[in-house]
């Protein structure tokens, strides 16, 4: 079947949304399946710069269908204003081209005013979200109290949730966070007016996708932040609100797992995160600095400077493991250029023992020291390499794309896909 789950291998960032965007112009279907708004994916076309928080980033492909699944949670706000940009700017050219599960849950006011609040009282504590909401969000829907986009999408059964939810949010806003409460009418009259713009995309894309596979189909799934920020098998507590691995594609979609056919990991040439947590291999010091400036980190969706380190081959492998790569791909290798030295953390230093596993315990993870492998690095410029046997002979290249290749199962194209968009999807 060909289908392709495309996964971040790191804390995200690691470029997805450039890779999504290469396998979306021979794709048919481009299906989102996890995260919210808190997650942006940057696709740069004619130099003109798209970012993309809820739509798939195949709405810049006519042929393809950009699928909004059940699992993501939606910011009706925000989806509506990326529409109406995408529109504005002429890469929206059919209604059809997107579509929204009818059990996809929506984030409400509360949402939003919760995950402040709850950050705010953490002070010293705090994990570092954006504030959008997303957390919340999951949380009511794992408590069976949340939203789904089909009761959002009816005037009558909005405004019933509204009035049944509203005052146990209000209580904990004002009484537990001292927060300001909300006000039902208001919210009851601006989601029914998001409801009626949104309500036009809704439909059954659990069936929708289901078919476009066994009707043999090319279909994508993205989803929305890296591996090591799943709440499962991330940093946990410094993690996302919900399953980011490839497995998640299965039930953020509708599917079954034996409809996923191929898993494309992507990794960036050196590591970064966004907010609190440990990061063994972080750099604070020039070259960190370095990485920061020349590879523009800061993040597409709150514009927050991430922070920045050598290449982990540790977290890279066990992403590899989690996500049952069949390929990687490596991006922003260009960043690299100009250095003299560079470094690959090959395993962990804890306690005095050399370890090559990622533990779960962050207590232990913090005491974490990298063992690297020190190699020299190369003078020429990388950007605009196509090819692999273009890039500079050294024994940088050599250590890194072969160590990090064997974290796969089934490797193929070490760097990134081949020119030909047709060839690079059995990548």
């Known amino acids: 079947m060909p289908t392709v789950v495309i996964i971040g291998t790191q ?3 690691e470029g997805k949304g450039m890779i999504v965007d290469y396998f979306s112009a021979q794709a048919d279907f481009l299906v989102r399946y996890q995260g919210g708004d808190n997650a942006g994916h940057t696709v740069v076309v004619g130099g003109e710069k798209t970012i993309l928080h809820h739509i798939p980033s195949g709405i810049l492909h006519n042929q393809v269908t950009c699928v909004i699944g059940n699992g993501v949670v939606i910011n009706p706000k ?3 204003e990326e529409i109406d940009r995408l529109k504005a700017k002429g890469s929206f050219l059919r209604d059809e081209a997107l579509l929204i599960s009818d059990r996809a849950h929506v984030i409400m006011p509360w949402h939003k005013a919760l995950d402040a609040a709850a950050e705010e009282r953490k002070g010293a504590k705090k994990i570092g979200t954006t504030g ?3 957390g919340p969000a999951y949380r009511s829907k794992m408590a069976r109290g949340g939203i789904r986009f089909h009761r959002f999408a009816d005037p009558k059964t909005l405004a019933e949730d509204v009035a049944d939810q509203l005052p146990e949010y209000n209580f904990l806003l004002e009484k537990y966070y001292g927060a300001p409460a909300l006000d039902e009418k208001e919210i009851v009259a601006t989601y029914s007016e998001y409801a009626r713009r949104l309500s036009r995309y809704m439909g059954n894309t659990q069936r929708v996708v289901s078919d476009a596979v066994r009707s043999g189909r090319r279909v994508v799934f993205e989803g929305a932040q890296g591996t090591m920020l799943d709440i499962d098998h991330g940093t946990y507590p410094y993690v996302t609100s919900s ?3 490839a497995g998640a594609a299965a039930t953020g979609a509708g599917i079954g797992p034996r409809s996923i056919d191929k898993v494309l990991g992507v990794v960036k040439a050196y590591t970064t995160r966004v907010g609190a947590g440990p ?8 070259t ?10 800061f993040g597409s969706t709150t514009g927050r400077p991430r922070r920045c380190g050598w290449l982990d081959l540790v977290v890279v492998k066990y992403a590899a493991r989690l996500n049952d790569l069949t390929g990687l791909v490596i991006t922003k290798l260009d960043v690299l250029d100009g250095l003299a030295e560079l470094r690959v953390a090959t395993s962990y230093r804890i306690d005095g023992q050399i370890t090559d596993e990622m533990p779960a315990d962050l207590d232990v993870l913090s005491r974490a020291e990298p063992v690297y492998e020190s190699v020299p690095g190369w003078t020429e410029k990388t950007s605009g390499i196509r090819h692999y046997d273009d890039l500079p002979k050294t024994r940088a290249i050599t250590c890194g794309l072969s160590k990090t290749r064997s974290a796969c199962r089934s490797p193929r194209s070490p760097s990134a896909p081949a020119a030909n968009r047709r060839s690079s999807w059995n990548t």
């Not at 990061?279 to 020039?286: G, W, Y």
């Not at 960190?288 to 980190?297: I, K, N, P, T």
């Open 78 to 80: 925000v989806l509506i």
């Open 11 to 13: 804390w995200g960032d």
């Open 288 to 297: 960190g600095a370095h990485l920061a400036s020349v590879g523009q980190e």
């Open 243 to 245: 399953n980011t691995v």
């Open 279 to 286: 990061f063994p291999t972080e750099l604070a010091d020039e």
């Open 132 to 134: 959008r909401g997303i």
